[in-house]
């Protein structure tokens, strides 16, 4: 399926997997911007370079600017790269046909997970307790009396 169809199909249902994307490209575009900043400061502060303040107000520094640069040209390719591009729509697509269960189901399950970890602890308790006397009082008394 082409990008173009998955977005056609996501309208149907009233929403464009266009603009998931493009808030995912932004919200992950300032996480990446966050990561390769603190990695240009350490660089430039290994190799012995000043990471001027450029702007001052926001303080930003040379490795902001250039973390900036490298994101949005890395995200820009990203966005005119037909595979690329057609992924990230197709996966918003498919995002935005999942049934999320509602809150009582969520309940009940998360419920049932808590039982069935206290009861595969209880059981997992008393084989470790069980092991234990065998092998480090029963075994040793038997031992001996050989």
Same mark, same amino acid.
């Given at each position: 399926m082409s990008g173009t169809e998955a977005s056609q199909q996501a309208n149907r249902a009233g929403m464009d997997p266009k603009r998931l994307v493009v808030i995912s490209y932004l919200v992950f575009g300032f996480i990446i911007v966050l990561?390769?900043?603190?990695?240009?400061?350490?660089?430039?502060?290994?190799?012995?370079?000043?990471n001027q303040v450029l702007i001052e107000g926001p303080d930003? /520094? *040379? $490795?902001t600017l250039v973390a900036g640069i490298i994101t949005v040209a890395g995200l820009g390719y990203a966005w005119v790269n037909p595979k690329s591009k057609n992924l990230s729509i197709e996966v918003a697509t498919e995002l935005m046909r999942v049934t999320w269960?509602?809150?009582?189901?969520? /309940? *009940? $399950?998360t419920a049932a997970v808590v039982i069935a970890s206290l009861v595969a602890a209880v059981i997992l308790f008393g084989i470790d307790s069980f092991?234990?006397?065998?092998?480090?009082?029963?075994?040793?008394?038997?031992?001996?009396?050989?």
């Open positions: 990561f390769v900043d603190h990695l240009l400061e350490m660089v430039l502060a290994r190799i012995g370079v000043s930003w /520094r *040379i $490795s269960p509602s809150w009582e189901e969520t /309940r *009940i $399950s092991s234990y006397k065998v092998m480090v009082e029963w075994l040793p008394a038997v031992w001996r009396n050989l």
